[in-house]
């Protein structure tokens, strides 16, 4: 049976001399790394060069799918992307819901694109029917995310998939993003700005192969099987209304519901996350934004925008500019304070910064984004802003964890007091804090702990840690204790087994799969030989490897791991089984945890032998 | 679309642009998964949304099997008479 799902090419590119290059792609390290995010990161551990800075031009952006993505099994559409980031330095792993983009890439017949180099001049890359063109992109050059978009479109028509830059990218904004048809980002961490130091504006896709499975007959029971048991799933058309909308009171039903025009699904998903609005009355009626997610359109009333409305009609501008909203409004914040103290002079800030204004905010936005006045200093971000200003400024940055604002906790946009894997992921992510990987039954604020076994056991955790993971405690009616360190170790595995396969990892989407059903697909639409074990083997060597690179690059535990002071305050984080006060102790212990878990050394964080010989990962960690 | 038992429905206001109807068309139709070489081509631009089928298609249902959205939905030609 010859091997499915792959495209079965990769495409090198160096955009300095502009060579391309195909290659099939390697079978052999295929089954090794699974694909997706999982051979990403083999790809990126040959290209990346330790020590070379996120923008220079040896840093290279290696893009991937998965072997599920273009096949009609669920929410089998992502898109990820490796590469040095340069808020954190850390090289890091982007993903996205792929929206068309993936599948697109695809069928164009690449599993995989690897850029080098930087241009001359702005280009973008067209890549259609296994073949590649580098375009002149001068007359997209100062565009925003939308135009960029519409102007593409027009040329190449839809489902054509593009991942394209705003102009804070294009400025080397270390917290912009790119944008995958403005719906989805590969973001947090400055991806957008890595596009730009190329003068890549966007990347188009489209193509007329076509996916096929190893296994037919297989692919079709296990698939029928699995779209039935979602059709039958008694909550589907609640996600497919609200999602996490029910569970977020800043979104008020009636007002979504109001100015609600489409839900949007990324190829092949049963669910959709993602949406289109319309402003439906007021200044900014007719307005029409497409997002990711309603809930980040709300962002800046977590900051004070009164008006809703507002807050939308900022989201679009933030978004085409292609700025990271946390980044963004930390900054703001801190600048505002800054200001007040003395230490950035008041007639160099003007407009006055005040984050609850439109008019305010958007003309900082501007700034930022076109490294205009003040907004050149406050565009070098948290790590760029402190270096300006020395020690005088640093008393009254928020916490930093990796030259990032954490998104979640005390003092951050989502205030969270509870410590669950996805706050304690904020710091034992690569990439630094991001909503994406720490996913558990932790999501959900004081889920009862007997509810736990059943969510991990899909997720794969073995038998043999459940106990490590929930222990009971002495006394019958004694709170049992949740080692959050040790569940983070198999969150980050079950993200990346999701991962290296294409499958969307949010929470509508997750909580259908399990690691069998995974093992089963993988198995009838690649071919190679795939049980639960074997996934997770290649999960935990892909991320393994990942640590490995960031070690390489001189990030150990002490200069990677650190933890905000903010967060053991008063009104800090709490334990989430217990809710007492979080201890730094308590969560220098969780990050052993983790480390033991993995297989890790407890003092620096380095894969032991015994581990690097279990992953098969010995030629790897020698480079 | 004489020769089928179905007759397929659209509502495009319902459409999400998934593709789910392309993905399984083609592969029945051509043994490989792509929405671009299906019998019926969707185009989400934002709010708005335009589905059209080609010549070829048979209105077989299968497209409105696999759409979960109820943008497709199939009806029985008997039931309709
Ligand atoms: S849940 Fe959202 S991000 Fe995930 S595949 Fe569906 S639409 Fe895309
Ligand atoms: S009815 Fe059948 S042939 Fe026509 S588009 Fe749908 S799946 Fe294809
Ligand atoms: S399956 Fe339904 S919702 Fe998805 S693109 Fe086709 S018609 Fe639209």
Redesign the pocket.
């Known amino acids: 049976m010859s091997p499915g799902g792959f495209a079965g090419n990769t495409i090198y590119v160096d955009l300095s001399t502009g060579v391309i290059e195909k290659r099939p792609l390697d079978l052999g390290l295929a089954e090794k790394f699974q694909g997706g995010l999982g051979l990403c990161i083999r790809l990126a551990h040959e290209a990346i060069s330790p020590g070379r800075g996120a923008l220079s031009p040896e840093n290279p952006i290696v893009l991937g799918t998965g072997p599920l993505v273009g096949t009609h099994l669920p929410?089998t559409?992502?898109l990820y992307a490796v590469t040095k980031l340069p808020t954190s330095g850390t090289v890091g792993w982007c993903g996205?819901?792929?929206?068309n983009f993936a599948c697109m890439l695809k069928n164009a017949g690449f599993d995989h694109v690897v850029i080098r180099g930087r241009a001359e001049r702005p280009v973008y890359l067209e890549i259609f029917n296994d073949d590649m063109k580098i375009r002149d992109a001068g007359h997209l050059w100062g565009k925003g995310v939308e135009e960029t978009d519409a102007i593409l479109w027009e040329k190449y028509g839809r489902p054509t998939g593009i991942l394209a830059i705003g102009q804070a990218g294009e400025n080397l904004v270390p917290f912009s993003m790119a944008f995958v048809e403005g719906l989805?980002t590969l973001g947090r961490g400055g991806f957008g700005a890595v596009m730009g130091s190329k003068n890549l504006k966007a990347v188009v896709a489209r193509g007329e192969r076509g996916i096929r499975v190893a296994d037919k007959k297989r692919y079709k029971e296990v698939s029928r099987a699995f779209l039935k048991s979602m059709r039958e799933y008694p909550y589907l058309k609640e996600w497919q209304d609200l999602g996490l909308v029910k569970s977020f009171p800043l979104v008020p039903v009636e007002q979504y519901k109001a100015m609600k025009k489409r839900r949007?699904?990324?190829v092949?998903?049963p669910?959709?996350?993602?949406d289109v609005v319309e402003i439906p009355d007021g200044e900014y009626r007719g307005l029409v934004k497409g997002t990711?997610s309603v809930i980040n359109l709300y962002t800046p009333v977590i900051y004070g925008f009164k008006d809703y409305r507002e807050s939308i009609r900022f989201m679009a501008l933030l978004d085409d500019y292609g700025l990271d909203m946390f980044e963004f409004f930390g900054i703001m914040g801190f600048t505002a304070e800054l200001t007040r103290r003395g230490i950035i002079p008041a007639q160099d800030v003007d407009p006055e910064i005040r984050v609850d204004s439109l008019a305010s905010m958007s003309a900082w936005a501007e700034k930022i984004s076109l490294r205009r006045g003040l907004g050149d200093l406050l565009a070098g971000g948290f790590p760029g802003i402190l270096e300006a200003l020395g020690p005088e400024a640093e008393p009254f940055a928020p916490s930093l964890v990796k030259g990032m604002h954490p998104y979640a906790g005390p003092g951050s946009s989502l205030p969270w007091d509870l410590f669950g894997t996805m706050e304690l992921g904020q710091v034992l992510d690569p990439r630094g804090p991001h909503v994406g990987a720490g996913g558990s039954p932790t999501y959900f604020a004081k889920r009862p702990l007997e509810v736990f076994p059943k969510h991990l056991r899909r997720m794969g955790v073995p038998e043999g840690a459940l106990g490590r993971i929930l222990q009971k405690g002495e006394a019958e009616d004694e709170e049992g204790i949740l080692r959050v360190g040790r569940l983070l170790r198999y969150s980050h595995r079950w993200f990346a087994i999701l991962g290296s396969l294409g499958v969307?990892a949010?929470a509508?989407?997750n909580r259908f799969y399990s690691v069998s059903a995974c093992a089963e697909m993988a198995e009838a639409v690649t071919g190679f030989p795939t049980d639960p074990e074997t996934l997770e083997l290649r999960a935990d060597r892909s991320w393994t490897l990942l640590r490995i690179m960031n070690l390489r690059d001189g990030f150990s535990r002490n200069k990677q791991e650190t933890l905000p002071d903010r967060w053991f305050r008063e009104d800090g984080f709490k334990d989430y089984a217990t809710g007492d006060p979080l201890r730094p102790e308590t969560v220098e212990k969780m990050i052993e945890d983790y480390y033991g878990e993995w297989g890790w050394d407890l003092e620096t964080g380095a894969p032991t032998p015994e581990t690097i010989a279990r992953l098969s990962l010995e030629e790897e960690s020698k480079k | 679309m004489s020769k089928s038992k179905y007759d397929v429905q659209v509502n495009p206001d319902l459409c999400t642009g998934c593709l789910r109807c392309g993905l399984a068309c083609s592969e029945l139709y051509t043994g490989a998964f792509n929405p671009l070489l299906a019998r019926i081509h969707v185009k989400v631009s934002g709010a708005t949304c335009e589905i059209l089928f080609t010549e070829e298609c048979n209105a077989c249902g299968v497209c409105a099997d696999n759409c979960f959205f109820e943008a497709l939905t199939k009806t029985r030609k008997e039931a309709q008479a």
């Open positions: 929410a559409s992502r996205s819901g792929g929206v989805a949007v699904a990324c092949s998903c669910v959709g996350c993602k990711s969307c949010r509508a989407i």
